[in-house]
T-cell receptor
Framework: GAGVSQSPSNKVTEKGKDVELRCDPISGHTALYWYRQSLGQGLEFLIYFQGNSAPDKSGLPSDRFSAERTGGSVSTLTIQRTQQEDSAVYLC???????????????FGEGSRLTVL | AQKITQTQPGMFVQEKEAVTLDCTYDTSDPSYGLFWYKQPSSGEMIFLIYQGSYDQQNATEGRYSLNFQKARKSANLVISASQLGDSAMYFCAMRPLRSTLGRLYFGRGTQLTVWP
């Protein structure tokens, strides 16, 4: 498709289980971001990938969170041993590189809503 | 450090009126970009408008305009002729412009309600 695709759109899991969230960015976009949005809150930065550079992991809240981006395209966010406070909408976004016409507008997916019981 | 402040948790405006959503930012970077996004109740994030720190003119996109006051570090969004469909959460964001993109820093958002 033309936009950023995320799956699953909804995920309900039990506390302590691992979950994987997938993001398929817009073709040709070299930058990929993960943000988290808790109910009624703003966007919390998690991690950023840019091309072949080392990712900026400074927003990951704990070592239970990890993300990878394979082949410079699809990304997977993994949350191990989920906790109830991990419940949120996880938003993925992609962007052209610095040569983009307006310095990197982010295009967002529709998010993956995670509920940890 | 970068910081975005949106002081209005909620705003109300009557249909067809104009409304201003406030945003101030703090950065030590000399060059940066400012963004506004709209998030309707359906949850998707929709890009509205962009302003570069060195742009001489205030950005405009249809009914949206950005009132950029660099000395005051403010980047207020003005929506003219409000429509019922403008009811949504609005986020201000900023990114330093460097050789790599880096993260976008978001404010906490303003919930706009347009009433008939």
């Amino acid at each position: 498709g033309a936009g950023v695709s995320q799956s699953p759109s909804n995920k309900v899991t039990e506390k302590g289980k691992d979950v994987e969230l997938r993001c398929d960015p817009i073709s040709g976009h070299t930058a990929l971001y993960w943000y988290r949005q808790s109910l009624g809150q703003g966007l919390e930065f998690l991690i950023y990938f840019q091309g072949n550079s080392a990712p900026d992991k400074s927003g990951l809240p704990s070592d239970r969170f990890s993300a990878e981006r394979t082949g410079g395209s699809v990304s997977t966010l993994t949350i191990q041993r989920t906790q109830q406070e991990d419940s949120a909408v996880y938003l993925c976004a992609s962007s052209l590189g610095p040569s983009g016409s307006i310095a990197g507008e982010l295009f967002f997916g529709e998010g993956s809503r995670l509920t940890v019981l | 450090a970068q910081k975005i402040t949106q002081t209005q948790p909620g705003m109300f405006v009557q249909e067809k009126e104009a409304v201003t959503l406030d945003c101030t930012y703090d950065t030590s970077d000399p060059s940066y970009g400012l963004f506004w996004y709209k998030q309707p109740s359906s949850g998707e994030m929709i890009f509205l408008i962009y302003q570069g720190s060195y742009d001489q003119q205030n950005a405009t996109e249809g009914r949206y305009s950005l009132n950029f006051q660099k000395a005051r570090k403010s980047a207020n969004l003005v929506i003219s002729a409000s429509q019922l469909g403008d009811s949504a959460m609005y986020f201000c964001a900023m990114r330093p412009l460097r050789s790599t993109l880096g993260r976008l820093y978001f404010g906490r958002g303003t919930q706009l309600t347009v009433w008939p």
